[in-house]
C-alpha cells in the first residue's frame, strides 16, 4: 500500500505501520521489509503528509538503524504547497 497511487492510503499504510496503538497485539514487519520504502517516500513523495507519515515510521528505527537517524537529520528542500482560494483585493460577486 505505500506505493498506493492515491495519499491517502499510503498515509494510512505508513500511519498503521508506525503506530503502536492501531496495531493492537500485531507486530509490524522489521525493518529488513519496511525501513526502504519509508525512507524513499521520506524523501521523494510529493504528498507532505506522506512525507510526515514516512519520517514517523523511519523514527521508530532511528535508535537501532543509522540510517534512519541520517534521513531524518538530513536538510530538507522546502517545498511549497500550491496556494489555493480567492484573490486578495479582488472584487467579489454577489
Known amino acids: 500500500m505505500a ?3 492515491d495519499a491517502r492510503v499510503r ?3 505508513f500511519h ?4 503502536d496503538r492501531c496495531k493492537g497485539d500485531t507486530c509490524a ?4 521489509r519496511l525501513l526502504e520504502p519509508a525512507l524513499h517516500h521520506l524523501v521523494s513523495d510529493p504528498d507532505p503528509h506522506v512525507r510526515a507519515r ?3 515510521l523511519v523514527g521508530t528505527f532511528a535508535p537501532s ?3 534512519s537517524s541520517a534521513a531524518l537529520e ?3 528542500p522546502t517545498i511549497q ?3 489555493c482560494g480567492r484573490k486578495r483585493g479582488g472584487s467579489r460577486l454577489a
Open 29 to 32: 514487519p522489521g525493518p529488513e
Open 11 to 13: 498515509i494510512a499504510a
Open 3 to 5: 506505493d498506493d497511487p
Open 16 to 19: 498503521a505501520l508506525a503506530c
Open 81 to 83: 504547497a500550491p496556494r
Open 65 to 67: 538503524d543509522p540510517r
Open 54 to 56: 514516512a519520517a514517523a
Open 74 to 76: 538530513a536538510p530538507r
